[in-house]
């Protein structure tokens, strides 16, 4: 025993810690756990009464970017098998010198006992803390060069996502289970057919194909059978290896300020120019590397909050040309706006720099048009293709159904040698030991059940199958040549004609002339090609410049019936305009019926004979356009004091029968109108 420990010391506590860097190290180097376990006895050889092991950091690393809840516990007296046990790094080195120093406290280790109190005892302490630091960095810095050293020859080995394993060689195959490699190419199949991560994650759902995931567990690696989650398919997507390449340092950490203290987070993904490795073509994939390029941007393209300057792909809605309109005076993508007052139609609009307050908006134009004219042009340019689109469409619906089949099929195979073996450890089993005996019927019963239901799903895909009736190819090639009425199909859904412009269609660039008051589009075509367009706009301002009446005129004419405020719209519809060339506002209207002497709006004059086309609306319980529409039918009576002015309404006619006729039929019209409005697979498109 050291003369420094002393009988004070001895009285009291003594505290062994304990600490692997990793959790490898904890599962595999158990004879370092077990010499420091053993301090504990050493302690009370030496006579401390009371002995605390502290093994909180078991699997964090010492080097100060964890956090470590049991080095925080070390205060008085510390025994451990070497000092850099205690940390990697030197604050927390010094920081426990110091406290030792002000509790008194010794730090003990094999090679001696160490009062930081003496300036020789601290001075040793401070340069084994130094060197422990620096052995740290120095391994840290050769193990990293040796692990990059392997990795660029694609040796490097580590955990492997379904579908591959490492062979005797130290190279990457395919995996030999059917059942696991036919799942991998059926994912990637549909989203080549589907085009849309979400779309291949819902049909796996609605197929009921179990997904494998790999379990990690330190060294441990285990294969497991799931139901698909949305996340496992886009990680089979983005992963380049499916393509054949060896990709190595595809994830970052980063270094964040916690609570004052350093601590390390990953899960941060890099760019591909900062991979460290990227060896093409190392090993057989399940795509090719141009597919998987392919993929990458279509599954940028399907995100569209992450970038507002790239082209979008089709995500259903009456838009036909959603995610290719670009604005072309500052070059972002348009966006499309639902919820215009006729209910079925849609706008394309380039917001600008809306990030700043006041920038206002750029351009826009109603769809509508637009999209009438763009499936013009591409019905003219794809009707070559018609033939090649038919026969591929005919065979989707039975080629999909297949693959459900064999997926299903390989799933049999499995659970037919997992009954198997159920039963032949059940014949093995001793009768006498029932409780045994019981357990494993109960696995067979379980097992059998398995076969029983995946052979019942089999049975009823290929009944579904047989009930399906064949297709006339002869039909089908005669509707080919007939794309147009194919288009406008009600069957023909708007995400299939989305897809299908996205196919032939790289973007389109849209600006408005204002001389001719068109809509100039410029199709940029997949082929390179490119085509302008112009679509006429929708012509405002209608009432006739030569029968516009002037301002003073309308105002004698209107000014006591209705406000101000009313007057001005009134007055705007007309197309009057101010002395100095200005629309009418209510301050306006106010200024100059007070010039002229024209009496104020009084509502306590009113007769009440007869009331607003709002109020009418309002009291039908209809909107206003609705109202006008059966006033211009001449259902509901109404005078205008000039054209262009408000709308007046008899009160008796309220209660007219024919009027109350033509309002209920408004009213039981609505739920069609609604339900039209919801679906956009009843949308028509125009055709040729």
């Known amino acids: 025993m050291s003369i420094k420990i002393t009988p004070d010391h001895l009285s009291r506590a003594a505290v062994v810690y304990v600490r692997q860097s990793t959790m490898s190290q904890v599962t595999g180097n158990l004879e370092s756990q077990r010499r420091q376990y053993d301090l504990a006895h050493a302690a009370e050889t030496v006579g401390f009464r009371s002995v605390t092991v502290i093994d909180d950091d078991l699997g964090r690393s010492g080097s100060g970017s964890t956090q470590r809840p049991g080095f925080e516990r070390l205060v008085a007296m510390v025994y451990c098998i070497e000092a850099s046990r205690l940390a990697r790094n030197g604050r927390d080195w010094h920081h426990l010198i110091d406290l030792c120093a002000l509790a008194g406290a010794l730090v003990i280790d094999p090679d001696g006992a160490y009062d930081p109190r003496l300036v020789n005892d601290r001075l040793l302490l401070g340069l084994k803390g130094t060197m422990s630091e620096y052995e740290l960095s120095l391994l840290r810095q050769r193990g990293i060069a040796a692990r990059d050293s392997k990795a660029q020859r694609g040796e490097y080995r580590f955990m ?42 819902l049909w ?145 609009q380039c917001r600008g720099d809306d990030a700043h307050v006041g920038a206002g908006l750029c351009i826009g134009i109603g769809g509508v048009r637009v999209d009438r004219a763009v499936a013009l042009q591409i019905l003219e340019a794809i009707s070559d293709r018609a033939v090649e689109a038919a026969i591929l469409a005919s065979d989707q619906a039975e080629r999909s159904r297949q693959e459900i089949i064999a997926a299903v099929e390989r799933e049999l195979e499995v659970a037919s040698y997992d009954a198997s073996l159920a039963a032949r450890r ?31 799903r089999i049975k009823e895909q290929r009944a579904a199958s047989a009930e399906t009736p064949k297709i006339d190819r002869a039909l089908l090639l005669q509707l080919a040549h007939d794309l147009p009425r194919v288009w406008n199909a009600p069957s023909t859904d ?23 008051n068109e809509a100039v589009l410029l ?76 009496p ?11 009331i607003s086309l709002a109020k009418a609306a309002a009291h039908f319980g209809i909107c206003v356009g609705s109202a006008k ?11 205008q004091a000039i054209k262009g002015s408000q709308w007046l309404v008899p009160a008796e006619a309220l209660s007219s029968e024919a009027v109350r006729i033509a309002v209920q039929r408004v009213i039981e019209r609505r739920p069609k109108n609604y339900i039209d409005y919801q679906y956009d697979r009843l949308i028509r498109l125009p055709g040729i």
Request: include cysteine; aromatic fraction near 8%.
């Open 160 to 201: 492997l996502p379904p579908g591959f394993c490492w062979n005797e060689l130290g190279k990457i195959e395919i995996d030999p289970d059917e059942h696991v490699a036919g799942v991998v190419r059926l994912v990637f199949t549909k989203f080549r057919e589907l085009g849309s991560a979400r779309q291949v994650f």
């Open 204 to 348: 796996l759902r609605a197929a009921d194909i179990k997904m494998p995931v790999v379990l990690r567990n330190v060294q441990i690696y285990q294969l497991s059978w799931k139901a698909p989650a949305y996340h496992t398919v886009m990680q089979i997507l983005h992963n380049p290896l499916y393509a054949g390449a060896y990709a190595f340092g595809r994830i970052a950490q980063k270094t964040r300020i916690v609570d004052g203290r350093a601590r390390k987070v990953s899960g941060f993904k890099k760019p591909r120019e900062e991979w460290n490795v990227l060896l093409r073509d190392n090993h057989p994939g399940y795509i090719g590397w141009q597919e998987y390029e392919d993929n990458q941007k279509l599954l940028l393209e399907n995100a569209h909050m992450k970038n507002n300057c790239s082209r979008k792909s089709a995500r259903g809605g009456r838009a036909l040309l959603t995610g290719l309109m670009r604005c072309g005076r500052c070059g972002r993508m348009m966006r499309v706006f639902y919820g215009q007052a006729k209910g079925n139609a849609h706008r394309y």
């Open 426 to 456: 059940y014949e093995l089993v001793d009768p006498a030991k029932r409780h045994v005996a019981r357990e494993l019927e109960a696995r067979w019963n379980g097992a059998l059940e398995r076969v029983a239901e995946l052979e019942g």
């Open 494 to 516: 708007t995400r299939t004609k989305q897809r299908l412009v996205h196919i032939v269609v790289r973007e389109i660039v849209c600006d408005l002339d204002e001389n001719t």
């Open 523 to 598: 199709v940029h075509w997949t082929g390179g090609r490119h085509t302008e367009v112009r679509v006429a706009r929708v012509k405002t301002g209608r009432y006739p410049g030569d029968m516009a009446p002037t301002a003073v005129d309308a105002l004698r004419k209107l000014a006591g019936r209705w406000p101000d405020r009313e007057l001005a719209v009134s007055l705007n519809r007309m197309r009057c305009k101010t002395g100095d060339g200005e629309t009418w506002t209510t301050v306006r209207v106010r200024e100059m019926r007070e010039r002229l002497g024209l």
């Open 600 to 610: 104020e709006y009084d509502p306590a004059s009113s007769d009440g004979k007869m």
């Open 629 to 639: 529409t059966l006033v211009l039918k001449g259902i509901l009576p109404a005078t």
